[in-house]
């Protein structure tokens, strides 16, 4: 990986992480790359290439993540959940959760 590459990597992997930029119901591929100062081919190209999905996906995953942290740790599965992970509406919560673990949040 190159170290510029990388170096989009990493701020990548820090807006996400430690920023938790994906709970911005508005989170873009032009936000993103404006976050991590790089232009959306760029930052797609690193995503696809190092993160191994396109970035609707990466971003569903994280979202997905906290979801099932939140529905453990304080047993509720409503879209209130969803929304604080950032999803838009009660339908793409259900449908990204359940297409990302295989089940609803209920269960």
Same mark, same amino acid.
């Given at each position: ?6 170096g989009i990597h990493t701020r990548i992997l ?47 995953? /994280? ?15 409503? /879209?209130a959940t969803g929304e604080k992970c950032g999803?838009?509406?009660r339908a793409n919560f259900y449908e990204v ?8 949040? /209920?269960?």
């Open positions: 990986m190159s170290a510029n590459k990388e820090l807006c996400l992480e430690r920023d938790r930029c994906y709970t911005d119901k508005e989170m873009s591929m032009e936000k993103m790359s404006r976050l991590v100062g790089t232009n959306t081919s760029y930052l797609s190209n690193v995503v696809n290439k190092e993160f191994g999905c396109r970035f609707k996906e990466l971003i569903n995953r /994280y979202r997905t993540e906290m979801a099932q942290r939140e529905i453990i740790r304080q047993d509720d599965a409503t /879209y999803f838009t509406s959760f359940r297409r990302m673990t295989g089940l609803t949040p /209920y269960q």
